[in-house]
């Protein structure tokens, strides 16, 4: 009787995941931190900005490198489920956390979803011959005022903006990196922004604790 032999497929994971990457392994990944609260939008098996955007909030949590790229060390506070700590105990809360650069949606203590973004820059400027720091407000406040719409004044544009506190605002951007950038507001990626609209997830009066 003639020999019989077998072959056994294996798939090898990617040694690192980053921007333009698709397939099954992507699609893997953006479940895992989707559910973890890293809002990505729907998981696609396409490695795009919000993959990236979701990728950067993780590192931040974790403590590791910011580079959108997910390697071992990402893969392992992946599979550890690392996610970050808010503060606020009850009610709807928007937390900032300036320290690594986090935007939480808590609902009475439960951990919603993360965002990454970008805050106040800590540089100085000149604004309509006033010179000022670009730092991020930091205490309690409400969302008093929002444009659904682009808005813009001297210092940029403000894509479809959440007013916190006076001029300050939470905001969609084409360039949310993972450090401070911005004169002062809340940074957050246009599809991120675009998303909380139609959530609803930020209507005038919510609590946003800055810290």
Known sequence: MPATSS??????RPANLGPGASGPAVLALQQRLSSLGYWLGTPDGTFGDTTEQAAYALQKAA????DGIVGPVTEH???EGIVPHPRSTSGTVIEVDLEDDLLMFVQNGHLSYTLNTSTGGGYV???DGVTAV???????FHVYRQVFGMVVDSL?????????DEGFAIH???DVPPYPVSHGCVRVSNEAIEWIWSSNLAPIGTSVWVY
């Open 7 to 12: 072959t056994t497929t294996t798939t090898t």
């Open 63 to 66: 403590g590791i490198t910011r």
């Open 77 to 79: 506070a992946l599979a």
């Open 125 to 127: 400027y000149t604004d």
């Open 134 to 140: 670009a730092n991020t407000p930091v205490g309690l």
């Open 156 to 164: 940029g544009q403000l894509w479809l903006p959440k007013f916190f």
């Open 172 to 174: 969609g951007d084409t």
